[in-house]
């Protein structure tokens, strides 16, 4: 063989296996259209052709995946930088603005020390700015019987900050909506 030819399929060679050791990109999805634009869209696997370039409207809730503490679950991230993950899909009746929803709840920081949490249903005005915006912003996304797990960043929880919650924190809940309170 000639030289030249030995450098050029050597060089092809090199290139070939490059290539085929890049990390792939996983395809990007795109939120669903029919979902109102007041509500993040709930967890869904749509089918994207590899080929495809999705187009994601810049305030559509983005999917993505969030492993606090090695969990493999499936977050939605809302513009607002809210991000849920649906651990069960109740059936009951679905949250309003003004009603007083009865949550189970657990708080913890990133590093899973925990904070707070419920020894009974804890009655939580919905919408109307009486719990951290990050728990308003789920609640309305909510019905009787929704367990989720949210991750709330600190713009979202308590920007000013509060006893033993330092300023901006980001807050890790497990809410479970059980009831609405009848008055």
Same mark, same amino acid.
């Given at each position: 063989?000639?030289?030249?030819?030995?450098?050029?399929?050597?060089?092809?060679?090199?290139?070939?296996?490059?290539?085929?050791?890049?990390?792939?990109?996983?395809?990007?999805?795109?939120?669903?259209?029919?979902?109102?634009?007041?509500?993040?869209?709930?967890?869904?696997?749509? %089918?994207?052709? @590899? !080929?495809?370039?999705?187009?994601?409207?810049?305030? /559509?809730?983005?999917? &993505? #995946?969030?492993?606090?503490?090695?969990?493999?679950?499936?977050y939605i991230t809302t513009?607002?930088?809210?991000?849920?993950?649906?651990?069960?899909?109740?059936?009951?009746?679905?949250?309003?603005?003004?009603?007083?929803?009865?949550?189970?709840?657990?708080?913890?920081?990133?590093?899973?020390?925990?904070?707070?949490?419920?020894? %009974?249903?804890? @009655? !939580?005005?919905?919408?109307v700015r009486a719990v951290? /915006?990050?728990?308003? &912003? #789920?609640?309305?996304?909510?019905?009787?019987?929704?367990?989720?797990?949210?991750?709330?960043?600190?713009?979202?929880?308590?920007?000013?900050?509060?006893?033993?919650?330092?300023?901006?924190?980001?807050?890790?809940?497990?809410?479970?909506?059980?009831?609405?309170?009848?008055?």
């Amino acid at each position: 063989m000639f030289p030249q030819k030995q450098t050029l399929l050597a060089s092809a060679l090199v290139l070939i296996v490059m290539a085929g050791c890049a990390p792939k990109e996983e395809p990007k999805t795109e939120a669903s259209s029919t979902t109102p634009k007041s509500e993040p869209i709930k967890p869904t696997t749509p %089918e994207t052709k @590899p !080929t495809e370039t999705p187009q994601v409207k810049p305030d /559509a809730p983005k999917e &993505e #995946a969030v492993k606090p503490k090695g969990e493999k679950l499936h977050y939605i991230t809302t513009p607002s930088g809210l991000k849920y993950a649906v651990i069960t899909e109740g059936k009951g009746e679905k949250l309003q603005r003004g009603q007083v929803a009865l949550v189970n709840y657990r708080g913890t920081f990133e590093d899973g020390r925990e904070f707070d949490k419920s020894k %009974e249903p804890y @009655p !939580t005005p919905v919408g109307v700015r009486a719990v951290i /915006a990050g728990w308003d &912003e #789920a609640l309305l996304t909510m019905r009787v019987g929704d367990k989720r797990k949210l991750i709330v960043p600190g713009d979202l929880a308590y920007p000013e900050g509060r006893d033993g919650i330092a300023p901006n924190t980001t807050l890790l809940f497990d809410i479970e909506v059980v009831g609405i309170r009848k008055d």
